[in-house]
């Protein structure tokens, strides 16, 4: 083999070698940047969406594009504020969902509004606030997937998850 053909093959297999090395690198910084900072919602609960139905904590329905607390909404919440008062350990997860009308990020802000309203109210009940977390789920997450105004009801809601027994 000549002198220039080997110094070709040579310079090959270095631009592969080189090649293959960046590209990894390019590789591993997507993909960290693609991983996840804040724990996935599996993470964090240990039940399933609306588990607080096994202590007995009532779900809590809401009117159309609203975040204000119904006078039923605020007896249901005497009722779960004194299950919360009487299990000191339990900690809960509060999830504010829509109905499926409206734009995803308008539907995100009023889930979380009414997520907030549920932990203010509970808070003022004597419910210790380190022991709430709230997230919305907005309309992604609906109960009932018809298009009728008793599915719609039915997904406006703040319902509550166990995340720590």
Request: net charge positive; glycine share 8%; with cysteine.
């Amino acid at each position: 083999m000549s002198a220039s053909v080997f110094r070709t093959l040579a310079l090959i297999v270095a631009l592969a070698t080189a090649l293959s090395f960046s590209g990894c690198s390019k590789k591993q910084k997507a993909e960290e940047e693609a991983t996840p900072t804040a724990p996935t919602v599996e993470e964090n609960v240990l039940g399933d969406s609306d588990s607080g139905q096994a202590l007995g904590l009532q779900t809590i329905h809401f009117p159309y594009d609203s975040f204000v607390l119904s006078s039923e909404a605020k007896n249901n919440l005497k009722s779960n504020a004194a299950i919360l008062k009487d299990k000191t350990s339990v900690k809960i997860q509060i999830e504010g969902h829509c109905d499926q009308r409206g734009g995803i990020q308008y539907n995100i802000a009023l889930g979380e509004k009414r997520a907030n309203a549920v932990k203010r109210y509970l808070q003022d009940m004597g419910v210790e606030g380190s022991r709430i977390t709230t997230i919305s789920y907005g309309k992604e997450r609906p109960v009932d997937g018809s298009f009728t105004e008793e599915a719609f009801s039915k997904n406006r809601r703040a319902n509550f998850v166990i995340t720590s027994r």
